[in-house]
């Protein structure tokens, strides 16, 4: 897939995956990476930019190996931003795939 | 490329950001490395999946001088993030750098027309001093332009101050195409 297009779809993966549950950067980074291909490190910029736009708070979890784990947050204006972005995201996909599909039948 | 080369790429790339700022973010990155390592990644395979510090560094950069232009809206900083801007590919290059140069000349020709107007009385000073020959229609119609200059004057403070926020909407706009159009602001 277009590298540019993948993008705007990281910002709804983040968004999605951080509904569940906090999750730390590099777990996040490793979800996505294991369902669709990324440059990983342009996970970190959009992580700090959400975070600035206040659609998620953080907090550090000391961890017994390892660095201390940054763990990201959802907040309310976040859930409400992710809920925009899934309908929009819907409408999107459904209309691709209705493009798809009546292309495959007049074929 | 291994950590120590990853990092003194990207820190070096992003000298221009805030230092607090750029500190942060080349933490994560040092974090990010120490839990691949802690996995039995190399620091070559997690430096890979990263991808290119200087492409990171481009992103950021833009997204960073596009917020600082809009918080003072000062000549450097449209220019930073227009350069920002550009420098994420050939396509911004295009889309990005005609409608500045338009927009540059439309400002300074109309700034360069309104002090000719303003300045056009002392012109005809100078012309009495040097033809020694004085025409009043000349000084009325240097009053008129005068008058007309300092309206534009007026006109062009506004204009400018309005271009300039398009501008900067308009690189936003520009990134979040790059970015893939779905952020949202």
Known sequence: MNVQFKKGVLELCVLVLLDKQDHYGYELVQKISDQIQ??????????????????????????????????YQLTDKGR?????????WYQFTNGVNHLIKEGVKDE | MN???????????????????????????????????EEGKTEEEIA?????????????????????????????????????VIGLGLFNLIIVLGPF???????????????????????????????????????????LFCGLGLLLLVAMMYVTKFMK??????LSYNVSIVKGGMKGD
């Open chain 1, 38 to 71: 990324i440059s990983e490190g342009t996970v970190y910029p959009l992580l700090r930019r959400l975070t600035k736009e206040e659609y998620f708070t953080t907090y550090l979890q000391e961890s017994k190996e390892g660095p201390p784990r940054k763990y």
């Open chain 1, 80 to 88: 409400i931003y992710l809920q925009a972005l899934l309908a929009e």
């Open chain 2, 3 to 37: 950590k120590r080369e990853f990092l003194i790429t990207l820190e070096a790339e992003l000298k221009d950001i805030d230092k607090q700022e750029r500190m942060e973010l080349l933490q994560d990155y040092e974090a990010h490395f120490e839990f691949g390592l």
């Open chain 2, 48 to 84: 890979k999946d990263l991808g290119s510090p200087r492409g990171i560094a481009k992103e950021v950069k833009a997204s960073y001088h596009i917020e600082q232009a809009k918080g003072d809206g000062g000549i450097q900083n449209i220019l930073q993030a227009t350069l920002a």
């Open chain 2, 101 to 143: 140069l338009a927009i540059v000349s439309i400002i300074f020709s109309g700034w360069i027309v309104s002090f000719a107007g303003i300045i056009s009385p002392l012109l005809v000073l100078i012309d009495i001093f040097i033809t020694s020959s004085f025409e009043l229609v000349n000084l009325f119609a240097a009053i």
């Open chain 2, 165 to 170: 926020k398009i501008f900067i909407r308009y």
